[in-house]
């Protein structure tokens, strides 16, 4: 008779009994959600998608009044002895100018030789500016630049006396671009045989880890072909939308694959998944499975568990106690390695020229932008920018060609990044443009920009965050209380993943924005985490978390639930699973780790982030913070209160069934003849 099982287990057991059935749907599933994703084609996200608040608005704004093209500059600096005043500078600025508007790609080339765009040379006369916007759509910028750049090389050969270098929008983006290509393919070449040798190690033969391996590599291609199909779902932002739905595809590929294409696998290949066996292997783990290793830390723990619980809790305590000071910002050139020479250019323009590099961006709406009052109104906010001591030249002034909106470029102190930025966008929008600008009746000023953009998006996750944080926990809660039918275990359960998450966030704020980790990681700190990832992590991380606790906690209450005392559930539900939860947590820290290699700083920040907590969740937390706690509570573990006895109670093993009776040889004409007498 077999055992009676739930509906994951009745659709495993149909895998393993039509294995070619079971294997034939999921290849047909992975290749219509590559087809129907490749015909759909995918979702992107532009700067109005991308931005929030009054940023976002204002970037809507722009995209409907203008066709919108990359800003570009390109950087004269002369020798001490040399201003733009001399013929030979200006000979090179027109050298300059000829060259990019040949191109054909140039547009709205301004020259500081022009006297409307003075501006554009420094006040000691020894830099310069031509800036322009290229040809075609942002997307397609910087695919478009590389001529334009070869342009201004040619020039700075051409005249060896000056220093002449090109950075903006277009050739930022083309170096980010190249950057992040060469990191995700050495990223791609890298995980793959790590976590191969990993798995190898866990099972012991070739033939049983390539299983998980290929069933996560098309679980991906399945998924990423229905992303596309699809447009954190609490946040009020695109791109956390987006991650949301990425990160469930994943998820529910995979356990769709492990439910129907593993089972069928393993049921073809029986026997001979044990093929290319590796030999030593199985020294590290007792005949019944459970891990040598961690069985000693765990007889140690539950011999002394309050001192093991106080030096675990005090630990991941302090680990967490630099996040208490944590400050994010959205990434701009800050994320990129300063060791390319667009990223120097860019240091230098912003040197020169402060806030020059990443402006303000002051949309202004009107019934016609040229009429007396808004012209006026504009010239008012210019002075009061400059005279706030906050603001600097060059400010420039673009119209759209029905004249209802004007795009009012204001470089801000600081680097568009820090401290400073962030004080001069708070004058401009609360002081200068309400006392100029903003006066004026009819007409609507919006700012947008790097800086607004990181501050807008900075205040939406702080109203946000409380409620994903509650909906996160609230959740988890819930699910747990109905697994396990005990608040004590929920409870714990919340608590223990929120140690190690806040203990990530704390790495997080000593090595990056702290600036611990510089020479390690080879990065130069921004003095800030990335915006996006506290609330990314915090999401991912506690669904890890939960998956592990779930899990062990299973193993647990399944052996208590077979009549095993609460101290023996607990050890053997943990060394049980102990070897399985090591091996998942060692691809994944291993694979994060990758990622702490890349050249961005903010995949840094993830690999980071990821890697520590889930280091620390499959160790500390796992390994002896859990069972040290349950082992102090005791039979309190599985308390539920009376008011709650209507929870169904959920078997996390295989259900019990009668047995049938077996009789002894001839007991049935036995039972005749006593039937008879």
Excluded at 182 to 195: C, G, M, Q, T
């Amino acid at each position: 008779m077999r055992p009676r099982t739930n509906l994951t287990g009745r659709v495993g057991l149909w895998s393993g009994r039509h294995p070619w059935r079971a294997i034939g749907i999921w290849l047909a599933f992975i290749v219509i959600a590559v087809v129907a994703g490749g015909a759909v084609g995918t979702n992107k996200l532009h700067d109005g998608d991308q931005a929030v608040g009054e940023a976002g608005r204002a970037q809507h704004t722009i995209a409907g009044a203008f066709e919108q093209h990359a800003d570009e500059q390109v950087l004269l600096h002369s020798s001490k002895t040399t201003v733009s005043e001399d013929p030979q500078y200006q000979a090179a600025i027109r050298d300059v100018v000829a060259r990019v508007q040949g191109t054909e790609l140039a547009l709205d080339v301004r020259s500081p030789l022009d006297e409307r765009y003075r501006n554009q040379v420094s006040a000691d006369g020894h830099s310069a500016l031509v800036t322009f916007q290229v040809a075609g759509t942002m997307d397609d910028a910087a695919t478009t630049i590389p001529p334009v750049l070869q342009a201004v090389q040619a020039a700075a050969a051409a005249h060896p006396g000056y220093d002449i270098a090109e950075a903006g929008d277009a050739s930022i983006h083309k170096a980010l671009n190249d950057t992040a290509g060469k990191d995700f393919e050495n990223a791609e070449r890298l995980s793959v045989p790590i976590a191969l040798f990993v798995l190898l190690v866990t099972f012991g033969a070739l033939v049983a880890a390539m299983l998980p391996l290929g069933l996560a590599l098309t679980a991906v291609i399945g998924a990423t072909g229905l992303v596309a199909l699809c447009g954190m779902f609490f946040t009020g932002s695109k791109i956390f939308v987006g991650m949301g739905e990425a990160t469930v595809l994943v998820v529910a590929t995979a356990v769709l694959g492990s439910l129907t294409v593993l089972p069928a696998l393993m049921s073809l290949l029986g026997h001979r998944i044990e093929r290319g066996r590796i030999p030593f292997i199985g020294r590290l783990r007792h005949a019944e499975g459970e891990s040598r290793i961690w069985g000693w830390v765990l007889d140690r723990t539950l011999a002394r568990p309050v001192v093991a619980l106080v030096v675990a809790a005090a630990a991941l305590l302090g680990l967490a106690a630099p996040a208490l000071s944590m400050h994010t910002a959205t990434p701009g050139v800050s994320d990129l390695p300063h060791t390319l020479p667009v990223l120097k250019t860019y240091d230098r323009i912003m040197t020169e020229f402060p806030g020059g590099g990443a402006p303000a961006v002051v949309v202004i709406t009107a019934d016609d932008v040229r009429a007396p009052q808004v012209a006026q109104g504009i010239e008012a906010m210019k002075t009061a920018a400059l005279a706030s001591g906050q603001m600097a030249e060059p400010i420039s002034v673009h119209m759209n060609d029905e004249h209802t909106v004007a795009l009012v470029d204001v470089p801000l102190a600081g680097n568009g990044e820090n401290a400073a930025a962030t004080h001069a966008l708070a004058t401009l929008r609360d002081e200068v443009i309400p006392q100029t600008i903003g006066k004026v009746d009819g007409v609507r000023a919006d700012v947008t920009g790097m800086t607004a953009g990181t501050e807008d998006f900075n205040a939406l996750m702080r109203a946000r965050a409380p409620v994903v944080f509650a909906f996160v926990l609230v959740f988890a809660f819930l699910l747990l209380l109905l697994s396990f039918r005990s608040i004590v275990i929920a409870a714990k359960a919340i608590v223990l993943n929120l140690l190690s998450v806040f203990a990530s966030y704390g790495v997080l704020v000593a090595v990056f924005q702290w600036g611990w980790g510089e020479s390690l990681l080879h990065f130069k700190s921004a003095h800030a985490v990335t915006s996006w990832l506290p609330l990314f992590l915090f999401v991912v991380l506690f669904s890890l978390s939960m998956d592990y606790h779930v899990f062990i906690i299973s193993r647990i209450r399944e052996a208590f639930d077979k009549g095993d005392d609460t101290r023996s559930a607990i050890a053997h539900g943990i060394k049980s699973s102990a070897g399985v939860v090591t091996a998942a947590a060692t691809v994944m820290v291993a694979t994060f780790l990758v990622f702490a290699s890349l050249s961005q700083v903010s995949m840094k920040e993830l690999g980071v982030g990821l890697a520590v907590a889930v280091l620390l969740d499959a160790t500390i937390v796992r390994g002896v913070l859990l069972p040290a706690a349950m082992k102090l509570l005791g039979e309190w573990n599985w308390y539920l209160p009376r008011w709650l006895d209507w929870i169904p109670s959920i078997s996390h093993g295989e259900m019990p069934v009668p047995q049938p009776v077996v009789l002894e040889p001839h007991a049935e004409e036995r039972r005749e003849v006593l039937t008879v007498s």
